[in-house]
């Protein structure tokens, strides 16, 4: 049985910077899958923020390139994501996806003053 776990989200004022981590346990391995995140502000659908391969390749997408920095730990089994210069728009539940089939149950990310 696969659980992906998240957490690190908050309330943060614009400018600021969070950390989110994801945790995996059971069996699959973050290093052997492409990881995801992803986010969803309320009435949007679910949009791809950043991910990474296996082989260590990165994705990120136009609205948070240069802001936003995703990363892993194979010895921990866990994945993270690092924002940075954070905007009103960055406001979003996040969620970290394995593979294209794990979901993690997500965590509330708040940018607001």
């Known amino acids: 049985q696969v659980q992906l776990v998240e957490s690190g989200g908050g309330l943060v004022q614009p400018g600021g910077s969070l950390r989110l981590s994801c945790a995996a346990s059971?069996?699959?391995?973050?290093?052997?899958?492409?990881m995801a995140w992803y986010r969803q502000a309320p009435g949007k659908e679910r949009e791809l923020v950043a991910s990474?391969?296996?082989?260590?390749?990165?994705y990120y997408g136009d609205s948070v390139k240069g802001r936003f920095a995703i990363s892993r730990d194979s010895a921990k089994n866990m994945a993270y994501l690092q924002m940075n210069s954070l905007k009103a728009g960055d406001t979003a539940v996040y969620y970290c996806?394995?593979?294209?089939?794990?979901w993690g149950q997500g965590t509330q990310v708040t940018v607001s003053s």
């Open positions: 996806n394995v593979g294209f089939r794990y």
């Open positions: 059971g069996s699959i391995l973050i290093s052997e899958n492409i």
């Open positions: 990474i391969t296996s082989s260590g390749s990165t």
